[in-house]
């Protein structure tokens, strides 16, 4: 099991968290830690508040009962899970900070991978038909991008045979770094927010995924 570097969380409660998504059978791709941390962000900032039955089985994989079946203690299992989830929601509901629990790159333990913390986030916006519709260029500028930015890393991970390998260091540099602002962007919105507006659908690309990135990281040098 590989340890995971972490200021925000317990470190105890995270190796127990990751000793535990470990024991589910892995034939239906199960979530691992940084996948289900990036997930269960992503089920905090929707706008919708969803019970844990809607989102609960997503954890499991594709075949969540067998898994489940699976754990010698699911009731230990399910409460990990929980308590994970209630301390982003109480970093959220702060506001003042926020930590992407990434994995070390196995190949180079001096980089971070955030391709399955991606995966997760973007997972969560399944969840509910168009979750962020009413989040537009016109409404929050910086939210939506930040968005933007997000679902073009997830459009990146999965076409990076496009890329050049010196552009994917780049991205993955960049990513990083600014996985943590994107996520205190929308939830800064989030927060504020108190009304819908039926406007589009901001999740729909209109430029190229690789666009989106360099527009969002130049943006975003700017304003530092």
């Not at 706008?47 to 009731?75: H, Y």
Request: hydrophobic content about 40%.
């Amino acid at each position: 099991m590989q340890q995971v570097d972490t200021c925000l969380y317990s470190r105890a409660k995270v190796d127990q968290l990751q000793r535990s998504l470990s024991c589910l059978p892995q034939g239906g791709l199960p979530m691992q830690l940084s996948e289900l941390n990036g997930f269960l962000t992503g089920v905090v900032l929707l706008p919708d508040n969803l019970p844990p039955s809607r989102w609960l089985p997503k954890v499991w994989g594709d075949r969540p009962l067998e898994a489940f079946l699976a754990l010698t203690e699911p009731e230990l299992a399910v409460q990990l899970v929980l308590e994970h989830h209630n301390v982003i929601v109480e970093l959220l509901n702060e506001g003042a900070e926020y930590e992407a629990i990434l994995q070390n790159d196995t190949a180079d333990p001096r980089m971070q991978v955030w391709e399955a913390w991606v995966d997760g986030f973007v997972g969560s916006q399944t969840l509910v038909p168009q979750p962020w519709q009413g989040l537009t260029h016109h409404v929050d500028e910086a939210a939506s991008f930040a968005l933007e930015y997000l679902d073009s890393l997830a459009e990146v991970a999965i076409n990076a045979s496009l890329f050049s390998e010196q552009r994917l260091n780049e991205i993955a540099q960049a990513a990083v770094a600014l996985i943590p602002r994107c996520v205190l962007e929308i939830n800064r919105f989030r927060k504020s927010s108190t009304t819908s507006d039926p406007g589009g659908n901001s999740g729909k690309l209109t430029k190229n995924c690789d666009d989106n990135v360099v527009w969002f990281e130049s943006r975003t040098r700017m304003k530092t």
